[in-house]
Structures are given as C-alpha cells and as structure tokens.
C-alpha cells in the first residue's frame, strides 16, 4: 500500500521541527549564580562590619598599650633626665649607686645593668639544654601518657608564682649552695640563674614542643624512607624546619628572665657590685626598682631616677626584641 505524499512530507518537516527545537534548547544553557549582597539581611552585614572593627581594634590596641606604657615611664623620667644636674653618661657608665646620700647623690646604673645581663646569661645558659631537650624528649620519645602527664607537670612548674620560687632561692638553694660550695653567702649570682632557669624552662618547653609538632610528618617519612636514624631526622631535619618556633622559645625564656623581679630580689643577695664569679651578690634593675621605688618620696629626683631605670630596661627589652626579628627574617630569607 503507498504512503501519501502528504503524510510523507508532514514527517519529514516535523522530524527536521523537533531536531531544530532540540537542538535550540540544548544550545540555551543557564548562566553562573552571582551571590548578591543585597540578598544576604541587614543585620548580618552590620555584624559583619562590627566584627571586623573590633578585630582592628584589637590588633591596634597591643600598639596603643605599649606606647602608652613607654609614655607614662617617660613623662615621670624627663624633668629629671633634662636636668642641668643630671649626667646621662655617669647614668650609664658609672657603677656607684648612692641615692639617698646628702653630700654626694650618684646615680650609676652599669652594675645593675651587669646584674641583670650576668643573671639572664646565666640562666640561658642552664635553661637552654634542659628546656630544648625536654621539649624534643616530649615531642620525639614519649608516649601519649606520659607525654599527657609531662605535659601537665610543665604547665604546673609554670603556674608557680614568683616569689615562691624567689623563697625556695632563699631557703633551699642558698644552704644547698653553702653546702656543696663553702661560700659565705648562699644568695648570689649563681643561686639566681638557677632559679630563673628552673621559670624559664616550662616556658622554653612548651613553646618548643608545639614547634616540634608543628612540623609536618611527611618531613619525617621521608628521613626514615632514606635510611636516617631517630637522631639524625632530630638535628638535620626537625631542628632546622623548626628553627623559628624554636629561637621564639629562647626568646621567651630570655624576656622572662629579664623581667623578672621578685626572684631575683630575694636569690641574688641585692648588693650594688659588679659581679667577679657566680659566687658574688648581684642587684639587678627590676629588683632595684622594685626594692626602692616604694621608699623613694614622690616628685623626687630619686623616685624619677628610678623611672629612668625603668626606661633603660624598655629599651634594652626592645634591642632584644628587635635582635630577635632581624634573626628571624635572616632565618627565612635563607631558606
């Protein structure tokens, strides 16, 4: 039977029809959301902008604090400082220390200056084996339950408040020191950097384990996948790749030591002398300021002589510091 032209035709241009419509709406494809802010409600916007000033204003705020800080120091230290009297070299250089005195007021400051250098040098000096060494043993050699315990252990030995540890120099490391050295005076140089080491250490450990941890495993893996023992992925791949997180550490101890007071006010012996070996007294800057900034009559030339005292311990805080940085920077730059 034959099939009508007509009919033939009207599929032909009806198959063409639908194979053109199929293909304009496969061509038609959507275009990409755009998220408008108009969208989002008003009360999300303005938290939004009240978070972000307060995280500004906190991170002006450390910047506001210090400056403030080092302007109330020094507003209490000019009129002394721009006196006709004063000899800011003698200040510096000169290790007599006689404020009170009627005839004769000096004010040098070069012993205590030598005080507080020769004790925090001293103190690294014990604290930095002990305290980096801890911080491997804990990251590289424990256990989780022991390394959990050590743990709490340090966060304790750091909560333990200055002047019980400046007690324990007085009444504990003195006789010891007596004891085994046969000195005459069991408070001195010695039993001072002991006691700063025994507080700077927590710190140094904890800082230095977190930067430990803090270097990726894959490091490790591919140290243990060439052949390297425990110690030599230690000192030629953890301590170097955490060689920033490990000189803040040090840095921390440092300024813990240096400001230190009360300890060191009750270990050291608190004589005005420039000290010949560890058995020698010692009077460190913040043990001075502490020890006579209550007596000192307000207004004095006394009592702002020791703002100054205070003002020279800013600045060497800061040469630390900003040491520090410059080393830091050198550090990454290298790498």
Known sequence: MAIPEKTVTMKKKGE????????????????PVVPSRLQRPAW??????????????????AIIF??????????????????????????LFTSTWYPTSEMNVRYGTLALTVGSFSVTLLAMVIALPFGLGAAIYISE?????????????????????SVVWGFIGLTVMSKVILGITGTSVGVNLLNGGIILALMSV???VSIGEDALKAVPDSYREAALAQGATKW???????????KNGLLA??????????????AVLMATGHAVTIPNSLLDSVRTLTANIAAELGEAPAGSDHYRVLFLTGVLLFCITFAVNMTADLVIRGVREKK
């Open 249 to 262: 550490a040090v840095l921390l101890g440092i300024g813990r030591a240096v400001g230190e007071t009360m």
């Open 141 to 161: 050699f424990c256990g989780p339950k022991l390394r959990e315990t050590l743990k709490i252990i340090i966060e304790m030995l750091a909560a333990i408040p």
């Open 44 to 61: 999300a916007i303005l938290g939004e902008k009240l978070l972000e000033a307060v995280i500004r204003l906190s991170g002006v705020s």
């Open 232 to 242: 030599q992925i230690i000192f030629r791949v953890l301590i170097p790749a955490a």
């Open 16 to 31: 063409h029809g639908s194979s053109a419509g199929a293909s304009e709406r496969g061509s038609k494809k959507p275009g």
């Open 202 to 204: 927590p710190i140094i």
């Open 66 to 91: 210090v400056l403030a800080i080092f302007f109330f120091v020094f507003r209490e230290a000019a009129p002394v400082l721009f006196g006709e009297k004063f000899n800011l070299v003698k200040f």
